[in-house]
């Protein structure tokens, strides 16, 4: 691993890194924000995953997470989105390939080869910043968008992984989105029962989550009919599932709706993180 | 003046506008916060001077100063560093011309048919910002870097018009810096004597200021030499001036710096920008 890029933050350190990644099979790229608690010991976990077109570096530069952070003592890891480089097949389309992985493992070609960015984060980058910062093993999960979509899959598939799931405006419901069977059709082929382990409104109805889920949607977004956050809030209130929907006034889809609750998922996560494990 | 952008932020709004001037005689763009108390009734300004290379976009990205300007009632402006368009002269280097307006009154060709940032944001863009935003007559200044210079030389010049000051990493005595020399000789010409009046740390010793100052930097600044602090916390020491100057250990120049101190910024303008006046 590679230190790129350090930054004294809010008497942290931000840091932006690169590793030769086996899962992906080319280098990737991940920014880390770890808070001065980490100086005395080892501090949980907030995953960060971004949306469609971003990188490590979008909601590092702009969601203004650190702050909350460090008050909080917790790590961020911002991954990036997708794999990258020359050999790494592309579209031509912002919402197919680089910077489009969609947290998923392809199985298709030519996306295969690279796109593997479920397991990528779920395990390969996991097991990296355990071994390299000084991280305790609580972990909590949160994005943007196809981010959102990520975290929720994640955490919801592996509840044994993760100790809390929030998200800003996920992609809710992507089996039944233009935000979703394009990609899942492209990485996963058309039978559309290989989809299902990716769309959070089905697999929360499949499994639930064993605590509250926070979920934040601007009622302004422009592009909520590609959202349907409507399919997961339903899923929520017929399960009885513990969490909250919270439709905000006013806010779009930018980083001004993420920055304006970074606050309060940083302290959903730090309530959870923090808490005596049972 | 047109709406370019308009973001929810924090229950306020972030807007970016654009507006022909006569002062810099050229359109020029402009950021301004809106904080959810200016829908009650007229708020303070707090204004945020950026350094080379920046626009209006860079802080109001990075800065995170929205969520503390709404805990805070304050609105911020973040103007423009430069005039800026095919028609307005430039240099290839990134310290002059576009991007590098040193908050000057430019008296020599080809610079002093555009580049009047000293009035344009003294007279002209707050003339616009008050009539066209409630806002309250009550102003601060802060900036970062060529944006700090830039604060403490409107502020220091014009006490009736500030009731508040600040800054981070300012260049802080230009008339002894290569950050400051050139462009003050290119814009200003050969006369030294001409300089002064752009030179923070001489306009401070001739006229002090009426409250106490804060000053941030970072004392792991790649770009310490050039700002040369001592300058200016020499001359506050010796004229027993009021304030403070914070060497902060392990900082850098970037916005990480900036973003980390912004909420104390933003609360030692609101202190004095929400007291009653005298």
Redesign the interface.
């Known amino acids: 691993m590679d230190v790129v890029t350090q ?5 942290g350190v ?1 840091m932006v890194c690169t590793h030769p990644s086996e899962v992906c099979g080319t280098d990737m790229t991940f920014a880390v924000y770890l808070p001065p608690q980490s100086g005395i010991g080892p501090v949980p976990v907030l995953w960060y995953l971004s949306g469609l077109t971003c990188t490590h570096e979008n909601a590092m ?2 969601g ?1 997470f ?2 909350h952070a460090a008050a909080h003592g917790l790590a961020v890891v911002f991954p990036d989105t997708s794999p990258r480089g020359d050999g790494v097949a592309d579209d031509e389309a912002y919402d197919l390939g680089q910077g489009a992985g969609f947290y998923v493992n392809a199985t298709r070609a030519p996306w295969a080869t690279h796109y593997r960015m479920y397991d990528y984060v779920l395990t390969e980058l996991r097991d990296l910043v355990m071994d390299q910062f000084p991280l305790a093993d609580r972990h909590g999960i949160t994005g943007h968008s196809m981010g959102g979509h990520g975290a929720l899959t994640l955490a919801l598939r592996n509840q044994d992984r993760f100790d809390s799931v929030s998200a800003f405006a996920p992609i809710a419901n992507p089996t039944q989105s233009d935000w979703g069977r394009k990609q899942l059709s492209a990485y996963l082929g058309d039978d559309e029962s290989a989809w299902a382990c990716y769309d959070s409104s089905i697999l929360l109805e499949e499994y639930g989550w064993k605590d509250a889920i926070l979920i934040d949607q ?1 009622a ?1 977004d422009q592009f909520l009919d590609l959202l349907r956050p409507e399919a997961l809030a339903g899923v929520l209130a017929r399960r009885r599932q513990a969490g909250l929907v919270r439709m905000q006034p ?3 889809h ?4 993420v ?2 609750f970074a ?1 309060e998922h940083v302290a959903w996560h730090a309530d959870r993180l923090h808490r005596p494990q049972s």
Chains 1, 2 share one sequence.
Do not use: V
Not at 7 to 11: E, G, H, K, L, V
Not at 254 to 257: E, N
């Open positions: 930054n004294r933050c809010f008497d931000q530069t702009k203004g650190q702050e601007g302004g006013g806010y779009d930018s980083y001004y709706f920055a304006s606050g």
